[in-house]
Each structure stands twice: as structure tokens, then as C-alpha cells.
Nanobody, 119 residues
Framework: VQLVESGGAMVRPGGSLRLSCVAS????????MSWVRQTPGKEPEWVST????????HYADSVKGRFTISRDNTKNTLSLQMDSLISDDTALYYC?????????????WGQGTQVTVLS
């Protein structure tokens, strides 16, 4: 299993970024996927989840209305469109795979992509 994130960058408050995660080594359409973020010294924070066929999406209150999760099962790609970025969004963002069946347990993580919102 491989999850490779990209798209992180430095951006000014109010700006936008689009993160991508390319998955390989497993049947992508079988698994729910999430984005999780972490800042140094803090516990990981769940950001958003999308069901295996994109029929269900969920967002943390802190990003609701600003972030949009999506997936392209033909390209084994997970995305996170982030708009109206604020300094609290600064973090290392991970693409994570749920265990089979969609339970709220993650079994594989990517290496992360850094998002920095300049203050």
C-alpha cells in the first residue's frame, strides 16, 4: 500500500490550495479515505472523510464550509480543496486509509504534505 500526497505550500490567509493523494497497491474503490492533519506537539486532528464511492462526506467543524473532499476512483486519487485558509490550518496533512468496512480506524498513512498559512 502506498499513499503519496502532494500540493502543500505556503499561502497567505484567505488563499486556496488543493491537496492530492495518489493511492496504489490496493483496490482504492473498496476503502473510505480521510485527511488528517497534525502540528508539532499536538495530537493528529481528523479533517474530513469520504466514503468509498463518494456518496458520503464528513467534515470537522473547524473546516466545514471551507474545505471540500473528493475522490476520482478511475485515477485512484483523493483530493482536498482548501479555501479561505487561516493560520490555524497550518499543519502537516496526511492522506489516510480506513480499515475495510469503513470503520473509524486508519491502517495506512501517507508521508504528509506541509501546508503553511502565513500570518
Amino acid at each position: 500500500v502506498q499513499l503519496v500526497e502532494s500540493g502543500g505550500a505556503m499561502v497567505r490567509p484567505g488563499g486556496s490550495l488543493r491537496l492530492s493523494c495518489v493511492a496504489s497497491g490496493f483496490p482504492f474503490t473498496t476503502y473510505a479515505m480521510s485527511w488528517v492533519r497534525q502540528t508539532p506537539g499536538k495530537e493528529p486532528e481528523w479533517v474530513s472523510t469520504i466514503g468509498s464511492h463518494a456518496t458520503n462526506t464528513h467534515y470537522a467543524d473547524s473546516v466545514k464550509g471551507r474545505f471540500t473532499i473528493s475522490r476520482d476512483n478511475t485515477k485512484n486519487t483523493l483530493s482536498l480543496q482548501m479555501d479561505s485558509l487561516i493560520s490555524d490550518d497550518t499543519a502537516l496533512y496526511y492522506c489516510v486509509r480506513h480499515i475495510e468496512g469503513g470503520a473509524w480506524v486508519f491502517d495506512y498513512w501517507g508521508q504528509g504534505t506541509q501546508v503553511t498559512v502565513l500570518s
